[in-house]
């Protein structure tokens, strides 16, 4: 392989590894906190020991996250010093205030866990939450805008490989932030709520029916369905974007070869390049123009208008198809869920619903890097739009083979150890509910121990 090859599995390895624990990063914290906040309104002990738990799953990944950033930081520098040099002098500033909001959100987490027995009044400790909220979902969010300005570079002048007229704020409030921006943050809060309905629905299934695991269940599913309706919002708006600013990837996307009023919504099937064609995908007549420029009879752009170096891989269209159907699928399933909460009926709780959400436990995360792929491949040969190609960012160094090799098991292992510190620490502080399990109530000696 090349060494260009080697740098981008190398990154994109990376930033895959990394991604999952910036969602849940991004997305636990606004659980824990509605978690508390509605246990302190309702006076109910079910749902503030909720929140106690769930925080200490948070404190053991927020540390990996943090060293899993450091390296995908130390990488862009390494590995891709040409497009640093530009992206350093236009676009450092969300880098700069993602700083001060991780260390914002680690210090009211150092406040909020050392706070769980000694901040006397219940209220301002669940208050101490919403820094944590507000710096998590911010941290995603400034990384996300230098992302949006690759897509839709504003705010500066390059002639002749020299930047003049900087304008830091028009670099972040590029075109492609808004939408971009609402997309990532809303899928994070749906990756992670039914990360914890998938896991509170196994832990049902094996027998634990009390109280506390229904309230459990009902927040993180609920929360979840109305998030999922952000994110179908916030997915049609990113979609036009696409269309409007980067007409190649919407192509790519869609496996649309040929520029078409009228143009059909192709849902699976298979492409084929040489024959510009899709074999035994399901076409929607009109649905891709409607989707795409508010007229079912408006032109969309395909492959076609493209020359060949300039078209992003035709495989982003089965990742394309497996974020929205992901992404389809857990709404589904939510949203049944909800209908029979609110009609009352027993089987919200049956075993056949408890399988249903238990399967939606890692589509949220599947949806999610799907998503970046089609993204960051999309956007291809460019890493930044129209101005710098990914092989004129790399850098001329050798042994990034080498770099490759090392890192792959690194993962690996920090992966593990990551799941086993998990499951050592929830199994060396088991939860301890009352005799009666409809009434359970914090146990403060046990369940933070090891955190102090």
Same mark, same amino acid.
């Given at each position: 392989?090349?060494?260009?090859?080697?740098?981008?599995?190398?990154?994109?390895?990376?930033?895959?590894?990394?991604?999952?624990?910036?969602?849940?990063?991004?997305? #636990?914290?606004? =659980?824990?906190?509605?978690?508390?906040?509605?246990?302190?309104?309702?006076?109910?002990?079910?749902?503030?020991?909720?929140?106690?738990?769930? &925080?200490?799953?948070?404190?053991?990944?927020?540390?990996?996250?943090?060293?899993?950033?450091?390296?995908?930081?130390?990488?862009?520098?390494?590995?891709?010093?040409?497009?640093?040099?530009?992206?350093?002098?236009?676009?450092? #500033?969300?880098?700069?205030?993602?700083?001060?909001?991780?260390?914002?959100?680690?210090?009211?987490?150092?406040?909020?866990?050392?706070?769980?027995?000694?901040?006397?009044?219940?209220?301002?400790?669940?208050?101490?939450?919403?820094?944590?909220?507000?710096?998590?979902?911010?941290?995603?969010?400034?990384?996300?805008?230098?992302?949006?300005?690759?897509?839709?570079?504003?705010?500066?002048?390059?002639?002749?490989?020299?930047?003049?007229?900087?304008?830091?704020?028009?670099?972040?409030?590029?075109?492609?932030?808004?939408?971009?921006?609402?997309?990532?943050? /809303?899928?994070?809060?749906?990756?992670?709520?039914?990360?914890?309905?998938?896991?509170?629905?196994?832990?049902?299934?094996?027998?634990?029916?009390?109280?506390?695991?229904?309230?459990? #269940?009902?927040?993180?599913?609920?929360?979840?369905?109305?998030?999922?309706?952000?994110?179908?919002?916030?997915? !049609?708006?990113?979609?036009?974007?696409?269309?409007? =600013?980067?007409?190649?990837?919407?192509?790519?996307?869609?496996?649309?070869?040929?520029?078409?009023?009228?143009?059909?919504?192709?849902?699976?099937?298979?492409?084929?390049?040489?024959?510009?064609?899709?074999?035994?995908?399901?076409?929607?007549?009109?649905?891709?123009?409607?989707?795409?420029? !508010?007229?079912?009879?408006?032109?969309?752009?395909?492959?076609?208008?493209?020359?060949?170096?300039?078209?992003?891989?035709?495989?982003?269209?089965?990742?394309? !198809?497996?974020?929205?159907?992901?992404?389809?699928?857990?709404?589904?399933?939510?949203?049944?869920?909800?209908?029979?909460?609110?009609?009352?009926?027993?089987?919200?709780?049956?075993?056949?619903?408890?399988?249903?959400?238990?399967?939606?436990?890692?589509?949220?995360?599947?949806?999610?890097?799907?998503?970046?792929? /089609?993204?960051?491949?999309?956007?291809?040969?460019?890493?930044?739009?129209?101005?710098? &190609?990914?092989?004129?960012?790399?850098?001329?160094?050798?042994?990034?083979?080498?770099?490759?090799?090392?890192?792959?098991?690194?993962?690996?292992?920090?992966?593990?150890?990551?799941?086993?510190?998990?499951?050592?620490?929830?199994?060396?502080?088991?939860?301890?509910?009352?005799?009666?399990?409809?009434?359970?109530?914090?146990?403060?000696?046990?369940?933070?121990?090891?955190?102090?």
């Amino acid at each position: 392989m090349t060494n260009l090859v080697y740098g981008r599995v190398l990154m994109g390895t990376s930033l895959g590894f990394h991604i999952i624990l910036a969602v849940i990063g991004m997305g #636990l914290p606004l =659980y824990i906190s509605l978690a508390e906040g509605i246990g302190l309104w309702r006076r109910n002990d079910a749902l503030r020991l909720l929140a106690r738990r769930w &925080t200490s799953a948070f404190i053991i990944l927020f540390a990996v996250g943090a060293a899993t950033g450091m390296i995908v930081g130390i990488e862009l520098s390494l590995l891709w010093p040409n497009f640093m040099a530009i992206a350093g002098q236009v676009i450092a #500033l969300p880098f700069a205030i993602e700083v001060f909001a991780f260390f914002i959100e680690a210090i009211f987490l150092g406040i909020y866990v050392y706070g769980w027995d000694r901040i006397t009044n219940p209220l301002y400790h669940w208050l101490c939450s919403l820094p944590i909220v507000v710096a998590s979902a911010a941290s995603g969010a400034l990384i996300t805008i230098v992302n949006a300005w690759m897509n839709s570079p504003a705010g500066f002048t390059l002639k002749d490989g020299k930047v003049s007229n900087v304008q830091p704020i028009v670099a972040m409030l590029n075109p492609a932030t808004p939408t971009e921006l609402a997309h990532t943050v /809303v899928t994070a809060y749906v990756a992670v709520g039914f990360l914890l309905a998938g896991l509170t629905a196994i832990t049902m299934l094996r027998g634990r029916r009390g109280r506390y695991y229904k309230q459990a #269940l009902a927040l993180s599913t609920l929360v979840a369905l109305v998030m999922s309706i952000g994110a179908l919002i916030t997915g !049609d708006l990113a979609a036009k974007y696409v269309a409007a =600013y980067q007409p190649a990837k919407l192509a790519a996307m869609e496996a649309l070869y040929q520029t078409q009023a009228h143009a059909p919504e192709i849902i699976g099937g298979i492409p084929d390049p040489a024959h510009h064609t899709v074999h035994g995908g399901i076409m929607l007549p009109g649905l891709l123009s409607w989707l795409a420029t !508010d007229n079912p009879n408006g032109t969309v752009v395909g492959l076609d208008a493209f020359a060949k170096a300039e078209q992003p891989p035709i495989f982003i269209h089965y990742l394309f !198809d497996t974020m929205v159907g992901a992404g389809m699928l857990m709404f589904a399933v939510a949203a049944l869920y909800a209908l029979l909460l609110w009609r009352r009926r027993a089987w919200a709780g049956s075993p056949w619903m408890l399988r249903a959400l238990a399967g939606t436990l890692p589509l949220g995360f599947i949806a999610i890097e799907a998503g970046w792929v /089609v993204t960051e491949v999309g956007r291809q040969p460019w890493i930044i739009y129209h101005l710098m &190609t990914v092989s004129q960012a790399l850098t001329t160094a050798p042994y990034i083979g080498t770099m490759l090799w090392i890192f792959l098991p690194l993962y690996a292992v920090i992966g593990a150890l990551t799941i086993v510190a998990l499951v050592w620490y929830f199994r060396a502080h088991p939860l301890r509910l009352p005799a009666t399990p409809d009434l359970p109530a914090p146990q403060p000696e046990t369940e933070f121990a090891g955190t102090r």
